[in-house]
């Protein structure tokens, strides 16, 4: 989650996780569970706050291994991630052809793009490939830029087109997910394009 560990947004949600290094290992594995538990059914916004919360109490319960340690049962619709034996709750990013989906857990591959159900792998790439090159402009060299004559107006142009598209995987491509896993989450922003959770109305 943290880019710039000293960045004044990372640094407060440094402040927020501490809640959770003050848990002993049971209270932590509790939280965790009971939390999934409540996350069951939904395909989740990656800003969410519950979901924000729930990451900083998961990187710490890595950190320590307690999925590893069994101190809480887990929710019976979760299975076990093969990245770090955490529960699976997969994370489905833009990189997601590069990526597969990631672990909420351990931030590595949780389910390589192959192994994600066949049935959800078309509309998947689809919508990835077409995602790519409007991200892209936020990327584009001095070259790029001056053959388009107005840049600022193909990034915009590019960041209204990203809105759709994140809409798009939220709302139509996110909630199939539910067939396979208890919860998804989805990333609902760009910061290179500048496109923030509350640009995506669903």
């Known amino acids: 989650m943290a880019i710039d560990p000293e960045s004044p947004l990372d ?6 996780g501490r809640v959770f290094h003050d848990f002993d290992d049971l ?10 538990g409540q996350l069951k059914g939904r395909a989740w916004r990656l800003s969410h706050p519950l979901l924000g919360a729930y990451r900083l109490a998961a990187q710490i319960a890595h950190d ?3 999925w590893l340690q069994r101190l ?9 991630a093969a990245c770090c034996r ?8 833009r990189d997601v052809l590069e990526s597969g989906l990631v672990c909420q857990h351990c931030s590595a591959t949780a389910v390589p793009l192959e192994e994600i159900p066949a049935e959800l792998q078309s509309s998947l790439k689809s919508w990835a ?20 004559g107005d840049y600022d107006r193909a ?20 909630p199939k997910f539910l067939d396979f896993y208890p919860a998804i ?18």
């Open 86 to 93: 955490a529960p699976l709750l997969p994370l489905l990013t």
């Open 155 to 174: 990034y915009e142009n590019a960041a209204k087109e990203t809105e759709r598209l994140l809409a798009q995987v939220g709302a139509q491509i996110a």
């Open 11 to 16: 640094k407060l949600w440094q402040e927020y």
């Open 129 to 148: 490939e077409e995602y790519a090159p409007v991200h892209a402009v936020a990327h584009w060299e001095d070259r790029q830029r001056k053959s388009v």
């Open 27 to 36: 209270t932590l594995a509790r939280w965790l569970s009971q939390t999934l």
């Open 64 to 66: 320590r291994q307690i």
């Open 72 to 80: 809480a049962t887990l929710p019976p619709a979760y299975t076990e």
């Open 185 to 202: 989450v989805w990333e609902d922003q760009d910061e290179c394009m500048e496109v923030r959770p509350e640009d995506i109305p669903l």
